[in-house]
């Protein structure tokens, strides 16, 4: 009981605005005597700052052409393509949609609410690269050091080209991890001796941790020589650890101090806690005919539990409004209500596009993005072509892999967010809204 008292307590303290070198120091004594995560999984709900909000017409869009929106979210929703969504746009810094579709629990009956907590697998990607960018900009690492600097079980690296393996030639930096040009993949390349070492190593284990995953990496050759190509696939798994060995501190940790607690990210974790479940939608999959099924139950879901495994790469849940709070920091140029945590030139490495030009454009097996290359977090638009006409030039985002888009556009001011949680991963519902919003800018 004691110990549960001096734990509330600290914990209060921790959670209000006291100088940071206070709450720091408070934050390390409980942790040396509670133990790491309690901070995290045990902290209180407290109320964060209201984001700023404005009429869609005092921003120069038109509430009308807005509502289009809703029918077409209506319509996915009657077309049983998804069971429900959430809609949330911002202008000029300012939210001017935050809307919730149909249901989040279809078995429970349970209506989608624009607060719901979702799996957002690969949107954790720009989050990590972001906190990576933080011990850039502290001195403590250098997109261009070789990553073995860090994880010394990459100084030899291998990789596998025509049924062989043989040493990498060129080297694998921090910057190859942070714009997918390492030679990783998710295990499904198509190259038979990195797809079979990738199963054998089991190499996104979820019992296992981040530092186990480091000594699986020498066993697995790369798809190519590190920055000759664009392969999707675990780097930022990868650049999670390198965190982890910089810092001295957990991913989870580090990503609470450096990004979740400054921005007001409340609901934004590796797992859902038990006080929070009421809110977690659940997972389903999708025929892409109208035919959904259950795929991850809320009640029953492994995200119900702290994973041994803090995935950099996919592994966060989040809402629509926590992510809303990272991304217009993004688009102030590293600031959120007051608070810098990135440079406005750091920013700019994130959202212009980093990949060599004898790489080209991004592209996922056959399905090659004209005019798509990749910064050092997003995905960025360089010129239009044939693929997402709807887009921007200059725009930039990704999603994760039950559906979830984003998008900004810097030249409009604008910020969207698309939320379901349909896989396998569909491009429904940016495809169909990306067009009907930018034509609601009227000025």
Same mark, same amino acid.
């Given at each position: 009981m004691f110990h549960q008292h001096i734990a509330s307590t600290v914990l209060f303290l921790s959670s209000t605005g006291m100088p940071n070198m206070i709450r720091a120091i408070v934050n390390v004594t409980v942790l040396s005597i509670f133990g790491h995560g309690l901070l995290h999984a045990q902290s209180p709900s407290v109320a964060t700052t209201p984001l700023p909000s404005a009429d869609a017409a005092d921003v120069g869009m038109s509430p009308d052409a807005l509502r289009k929106v809703d029918a077409a979210m209506q319509e996915s929703i009657d077309q049983n393509r998804i069971p429900g969504g959430i809609v949330?746009? #911002? *202008?000029?810094?300012?939210?001017?949609?935050?809307? #919730?579709?149909g249901k989040m629990d279809l078995e429970a009956d349970? !209506?989608?609410? !624009?607060d719901t907590i979702v799996r957002i697998y690969s949107m954790s990607k720009a989050i990590t690269t972001a906190a990576a960018l933080m011990l850039y900009e502290d001195g403590k690492l250098d997109v261009d050091d070789p990553v073995s600097k860090y994880l010394p079980e990459l100084k030899s690296v291998m990789v596998a080209a025509d049924g062989e393996t043989h040493p990498a030639k060129q080297t694998m930096t921090i910057a190859d991890l942070m714009r997918h040009t390492a030679g990783y993949t998710y295990g499904r390349s198509g190259n038979s001796l990195h797809d079979e070492a990738f199963k054998e190593l089991d190499m996104l284990q979820r019992d296992d941790s981040l530092e186990a995953m480091q000594t699986k990496l020498a066993k697995l050759p790369l798809v190519f020589e590190p920055g000759t190509d664009w392969q999707y696939g675990i780097s930022i798994d990868v650049l999670g650890r390198v965190i982890e060995v910089v810092s001295g501190e957990t991913l989870g940790d580090f990503l609470h101090k450096r990004i979740f607690d400054p921005l007001e990210m409340k609901d934004t974790d590796f797992f859902v806690p038990a006080d929070k479940v009421d809110r977690f939608a659940a997972n389903y999959n999708t025929d892409g005919k109208g035919k959904l099924t259950l795929g991850d139950a809320a009640s029953e879901s492994p995200y119900l539990t702290s994973p041994e495994f803090e995935s950099g790469g996919g592994g966060l849940v989040s809402t629509a409004?926590?992510?809303? *709070?990272?991304?217009l920091m993004i688009a102030a140029g590293g600031e959120f209500n007051g608070t810098r945590l990135l440079s406005p030139e750091t920013v700019a490495l994130m959202t212009t596009n980093q990949v060599p030009e004898s790489v080209g454009w991004i592209k996922f097996g056959k399905e090659a993005r004209g005019g798509v290359g990749f910064g050092f977090g997003f995905s960025v638009r360089e010129s239009m072509s044939d693929w997402d006409p709807d887009g921007r030039v200059g725009e930039y985002g990704w999603g994760g892999a039950a559906s979830?888009?984003?998008w900004v556009s810097p030249k409009d001011n604008l910020v969207v967010i698309t939320i379901e949680q349909i896989m396998p991963y569909q491009w429904l519902t940016e495809f169909k809204l990306k067009g009907l919003i930018y034509d609601a800018i009227v000025q």
């Open positions: 949330m746009i #911002a *202008r000029h810094g300012k939210v001017v949609m935050h809307k #919730a579709y349970k !209506p989608m609410k !624009p409004e926590d992510y809303m *709070r990272f991304l979830t888009h984003y």
